[in-house]
């Protein structure tokens, strides 16, 4: 199956997943499964704004780095930018934190809370280089919406 129509369908899962929750950890628990189960990534979970620093928060994968402060690695960089980052090879990236030697790319979300801000980010990798594209990008800044 193709990556787009892998990403149209779980994004219909994830939409019916988390419709009427209200409880925010509940919601990435299963958003982090739902996508890591669906795309086969390395790892995938969520990190939380806490003050200065991003809280690891509900996850699948291996043991991860458990605060990341603001501006620092790639997901520092997304929450400071409030964007979307592409690594393609996060050896690469300035400044990147290495929770993992198996990590190779990556790419991190924003999440925004109700008035722009950016609340926690999305963060993904993969054990291969180039692995996260335009594709990728759409699809889980649309799935990161419904937050």
Same mark, same amino acid.
């Given at each position: 199956?193709?990556?787009?129509? $892998?990403?149209?369908?779980? !994004?219909?899962?994830?939409?019916?997943?988390?419709?009427?929750?209200?409880?925010? #950890? /509940?919601?990435?628990? $299963? #958003?982090?499964?739902?996508?890591? =189960?669906?795309? @086969?990534?390395?790892? !995938?979970?969520?990190?939380?704004?806490?003050?200065? =620093?991003?809280?690891? &928060? +509900?996850?699948? &994968? %291996?043991?991860?780095?458990?605060?990341?402060?603001? @501006?620092?690695? #790639?997901? &520092? !960089?997304?929450?400071? =930018?409030?964007?979307?980052?592409?690594? +393609?090879?996060?050896?690469?990236? +300035?400044?990147?934190?290495?929770? %993992? %030697?198996? %990590?190779? /790319?990556?790419?991190?979300? +924003?999440?925004?809370?109700? #008035?722009?801000?950016?609340?926690?980010?999305?963060?993904?990798?993969?054990?291969?280089? $180039?692995?996260?594209?335009?594709?990728?990008?759409?699809?889980?800044?649309?799935?990161?919406?419904?937050?």
């Amino acid at each position: 199956m193709r990556k787009e129509e $892998n990403y149209r369908l779980l !994004t219909a899962q994830v939409k019916s997943l988390i419709e009427g929750e209200t409880d925010s #950890v /509940s919601v990435m628990a $299963n #958003v982090s499964a739902a996508v890591h =189960e669906a795309m @086969g990534f390395f790892w !995938t979970g969520f990190y939380i704004v806490h003050g200065d =620093e991003l809280h690891l &928060g +509900p996850f699948q &994968g %291996s043991v991860a780095c458990m605060h990341i402060p603001f @501006g620092r690695g #790639v997901c &520092g !960089t997304a929450w400071k =930018e409030a964007k979307t980052i592409v690594v +393609p090879d996060v050896e690469e990236f +300035p400044g990147h934190i290495a929770c %993992s %030697s198996l %990590s190779r /790319s990556e790419i991190v979300v +924003p999440v925004f809370d109700a #008035v722009g801000k950016v609340k926690a980010v999305l963060d993904i990798d993969s054990k291969e280089l $180039n692995t996260f594209d335009e594709i990728d990008q759409k699809w889980l800044e649309e799935i990161v919406r419904y937050l």
